[in-house]
Structures are given as structure tokens and as C-alpha cells.
């Protein structure tokens, strides 16, 4: 019962941070609930403690973060252009912008 109550903690934990980040896009907001039930889903049937188990809440436990702390949503400003609002959660987190080397590699 226990590994089912942290599953669904981490379930939770990653709606919360879809819905913070893409709060005001609906499209955002509905396309991504519907891929988290969709992971959480697949890794229903793993046997509670097992590695597979383990590492499948870990991995929530990182979604949950990298969508906090990682991720802007952008809104269209009324001259045409896009604007982004960090907040304190993305304070001291690096944005690197590829090179045209880096992007040529993936074409």
C-alpha cells in the first residue's frame, strides 16, 4: 500500500508542475496531463520495491523538477513578439544556446 501512496504522490507532484508551468495554455495543459497519465500507466504493473519501481518514481521525482525549474512558458506579447517571465524557481538555472555547429549536426 505504501509504494502505491508515493506512486500516486509523484503522479501528483508532476500535474502540479505541468499545471504551475503552463498555467493560462489550455492545449498545454490538456496534452500534458494526458502524457503523464500515459507514462504513470505504463509502469502500473511493476512489482512495488523493484528496481524498475524504483527508478520509474525517480524519474517522476526528476520530471516533476525539470518542469518546475527548467521550463518557461512563453505568451505572445500584442507587438507580435514572445515574452518570458521567469520566476523564482528557474533563479540560477543556465540557458544554453546552441552554436550553428551543434545545430548542423541535427538536421
Given at each position: 500500500?505504501?509504494?502505491?501512496?508515493?506512486?500516486?504522490?509523484?503522479?501528483?507532484?508532476?500535474?502540479?508542475?505541468?499545471?504551475?508551468?503552463?498555467?493560462?495554455?489550455?492545449?498545454?495543459?490538456?496534452e500534458?496531463?494526458?502524457?503523464?497519465?500515459?507514462?504513470?500507466?505504463?509502469?502500473?504493473?511493476?512489482?512495488?520495491?523493484?528496481?524498475d519501481?524504483?527508478?520509474?518514481?525517480?524519474?517522476?521525482?526528476?520530471?516533476?523538477?525539470?518542469?518546475?525549474?527548467?521550463?518557461?512558458?512563453?505568451?505572445?506579447?500584442?507587438?507580435?513578439?514572445?515574452?518570458?517571465?521567469?520566476?523564482?524557481?528557474?533563479?540560477?538555472?543556465?540557458?544554453?544556446?546552441?552554436?550553428?555547429e551543434?545545430?548542423?549536426?541535427?538536421?
Open positions: 500500500m505504501a509504494a502505491a501512496a508515493e506512486g500516486l504522490a509523484a503522479y501528483r507532484a508532476v500535474l502540479r508542475a505541468a499545471r504551475r508551468t503552463f498555467s493560462g495554455d489550455q492545449l498545454m495543459l490538456t500534458s496531463a494526458v502524457e503523464i497519465r500515459r507514462r504513470f500507466e505504463e509502469q502500473r504493473g511493476l512489482a512495488p520495491g523493484s528496481e519501481a524504483v527508478r520509474a518514481l525517480s524519474d517522476a521525482h526528476e520530471a516533476a523538477h525539470f518542469i518546475t525549474n527548467m521550463i518557461v512558458q512563453a505568451q505572445r506579447a500584442p507587438s507580435g513578439s514572445f515574452v518570458v517571465k521567469p520566476e523564482k524557481a528557474h533563479a540560477g538555472a543556465t540557458l544554453e544556446i546552441p552554436s550553428e551543434i545545430l548542423s549536426t541535427l538536421k
